[in-house]
């Protein structure tokens, strides 16, 4: 019986693999109608075997109402194009605060000032510091109704009355200034301390002393060297020697002035 299965088994194959009969068999060519089979099994037994050729069909797709659609092809997705995030711009630094600069002192030409009635006029203020560094003063006026006062030490004469001026350096030194409106006008002007035989040795400082009369005489003092690379002299009135050589050194309040003559050995 197991044999008898076995050459079911590879008949089945044949007919299911092969598109025409194959001699000796008697199996008729696969048609286009089913095929089928009797074998005899034994005496009283038969096997029938049914071949159907015809390809099951695949059912078509199917909208919701009723209508044929037919199966959409297969489509590719690109991948997004990869864009990397924008380098972040770095945020610069603020700068150190400097600190602040040595100010030994504060030097004036003037610590009270005369002044008219609606005139203006610029302070002789000068930090005196250990190097050459620069150095803020901030300005301030006790009552700017009456002088009033900019960051750059200009005051400005409003009313009859009188104002502080301060001047003030970041670590602390400071001077005042004492501004009137008022005051006469100037009828002269000297030098109080010219340096002894007019002479000077390099690297010398000096700060003149001012005499002007009468005492309330309006306006500022002003110095202005004729030759700064021998003697430089600043608002503040301070001299420097600075090389051999000679200069006139000139003082001014209003239309008057004072000169001095200076050597440099």
């Known amino acids: 019986m197991k044999k008898v ?19 000796g068999w008697n199996v008729p060519a696969i048609a286009a109608e089913p095929v089928i089979v009797q074998i005899s099994v034994g ?13 099951i069909p695949t059912p078509a797709l199917t909208s919701d109402c009723g209508i044929q659609t037919p199966t959409p092809p297969l489509t590719h997705t ?25 100010v030994i ?26 190097d050459i560094s620069a150095v803020k003063l901030t300005w301030v006026s006790n009552d700017p109704y009456t002088v009033s006062v900019t960051q750059t030490g200009k005051v400005k004469a409003h009313k009859a009355g009188s104002a502080i001026i301060t001047a003030v350096a970041d670590n602390g030194k400071f001077i005042e200034i004492n501004v009137i409106v008022g005051g006469k006008t100037a009828k002269s002007i000297s ?32 110095f ?14 301070r001299l420097k020697a600075l090389r051999n050589g000679s200069a006139f050194i000139v003082v001014m309040m209003g239309t008057k002035a004072a000169t001095l003559y200076l ?3």
Do not use: W
Not at 204 to 218: R, Y
């Open 5 to 23: 299965l076995r050459v079911l088994v590879v008949f089945l194959l044949i007919l299911n693999i092969l598109p025409i009969g194959i001699s």
């Open 191 to 222: 030098i109080k301390n010219p340096p002894k035989s007019n002479t000077m040795t390099i690297g010398d400082v000096l700060k003149l002393n001012i005499a002007v009369e009468p005492a309330n005489a309006q306006g500022v003092i002003t």
């Open 78 to 102: 690109p991948m997004p194009k990869f864009t990397p995030p924008p380098t972040p711009t770095p945020t610069p630094m603020p700068p150190e605060p400097m600190p602040p600069a040595n």
């Open 263 to 265: 050597k440099v050995n």
């Open 43 to 55: 005496e009283n037994h038969s096997l029938a075997l049914f071949s159907d050729p015809t390809p």
């Open 224 to 237: 202005m060297s004729t030759n700064k690379k021998v003697v430089s002299i600043d608002a503040a009135g």
């Open 105 to 130: 002192s504060i030097a004036a030409a003037q610590t009270t000032v005369y002044l008219k009635k609606g005139s203006s006029a610029t302070l002789g203020v000068v930090p005196v510091t250990c």
